[in-house]
């Protein structure tokens, strides 16, 4: 399970055996959320136990950190 980056006690990661389209996971704080990438930016597609004030800094990081997320997706799958 490659983890992307650990934030704000979230951990950024995809599945070593993943389908696309192009997605993140995000867990921590009994929470959990996924974001799939439509090509412009990415997009919120199931969340659970995320507060709102958690959900506006993980939906921050994964925006200002987009290319590395989008490289790496790239860089694992598509060796």
Known sequence: MPEIFRLFGFSFF???KEHE???????GNNGMAKFEWNG????????QGIK???YRKIK??????????V??????FNR
């Not at 921050?60 to 997320?69: L, T, V, W």
């Open 14 to 16: 995809f599945y070593s």
């Open 60 to 69: 921050a990081a994964i925006d200002e950190n987009s290319d590395i997320i």
């Open 71 to 76: 490289n790496r997706w790239n860089e694992y």
């Open 52 to 54: 709102a004030g958690d």
């Open 21 to 27: 389209p192009l997605h993140i996971h995000v867990e």
């Open 40 to 47: 412009t930016e990415f997009v919120l597609t199931e969340k």
